[in-house]
């Protein structure tokens, strides 16, 4: 069965009374869920609550669920939007300069950009990966994240974040490049400090 | 053909180019370091985003979710912003409106209520959103009030 009809009638399963329909759907975009609240927040307890939250949230809203929008799309909105609200509640600044970056993680990075990697990474490498999205502004790194992350096209970032085509294709332009440009510094430099040892 | 652009970088990733062009930018990639670096650079960090490892979190976290929300069917309220006053229900219609106004003019100690409301209505946009969108619904029922009293 397509995925967004099962859910559907998941849904309205729920409505009718079957709450533990709603634990399909939990076990269903958990996953998805908690490693977008992740890559946001840059922090495993803050990620995990948020992910649970948003999914609270949804359960008490599906009988707003109108199925204009997947459930899958309606769902990442409700997680988008608390993202940022968790974000702008930090007292802490959200947005880390690249200079922050410690010495170590410019090392992993480093490795990274300059051989690739066989086989998945470790949970080291995953945490300097979410540090170095933590230098994109929010905007660029909802975007990056849930286009180069999540592989979602950009007509459903358009909706989730409730944006045109132009603005996410921008945003993303802008991520991208960002990255890009660091990247190209960071292996370069590297480069040339080794050569000058040699 | 001039150096890639991050435009050109992201259709070649993306495929998102006609065979020509591509021939055109495989041809330049031949003979330029720069470029090619460039574009194995972008290759590699978009393989790193795509594979990223899931986050290590609780085992039990659906069963944390599943023992927060009730076992039932959830409150049921119809679309609040095409809710429409009739004489059937123009006294839901003013006890609503008592019940958002008394939620927008009581202080924080009231912050509870607020957020069931908020949980209930306005789940999919943010604070901000949020706040736009119940101002606009006071107003509305406002007026709407008024138009009863003159009545």
Known sequence: ?198 | MNHLNSDDITLYLDNGLDELTRAKIDNHLHSCDSCKEKITLASRLKTIFAQLPEPELSKDFTKQIMSTIPRKQPFKIDNLFSYRISTENIFQACSLAAAVILLTIVPNNSQQSSLDLDDLLLAEFSEEESTIILNEKVSNINFISLGIEEE
């Open chain 1, 1 to 198: 069965m397509e995925s967004a009809r099962e859910d559907e009638l998941v849904i309205k399963e729920i409505l009718r009374g079957s709450g533990d329909g709603y634990e399909f759907l939990v076990n269903k975009y958990q996953t998805k869920i908690r490693r977008y609240c992740m890559n946001m927040l840059s922090d495993t307890a803050d990620a995990e609550d948020a992910a649970q939250e948003a999914l609270v949230k949804a359960y008490r809203s599906l009988a707003t669920f109108r199925g204009q929008s997947s459930f899958s799309t309606w769902l990442y909105r409700i997680s988008a939007n608390h993202c940022k609200d968790v974000l702008r509640k930090r007292k802490v600044k959200n947005e880390l300069s690249w200079e922050s970056l410690s010495r170590a993680d410019k090392e992993n990075l480093e490795l990274l950009f300059s051989h690739g990697h066989d086989t998945s990474l470790k949970m080291e490498q995953r945490e300097t990966i979410t540090k170095l999205l933590s230098i994109l502004p929010i905007e660029q790194r909802e975007v990056f994240i849930l286009r180069e992350v999540d592989g979602l096209d950009y007509e459903a970032i358009a909706q989730i974040l409730g944006c045109t085509l132009d603005s996410v294709k921008g945003r993303l332009k802008r991520a991208r490049e960002k990255l890009l440009i660091h990247a190209i510094e960071l292996t370069t430099t590297i480069t040339t400090e080794a050569e000058g040892r040699i």
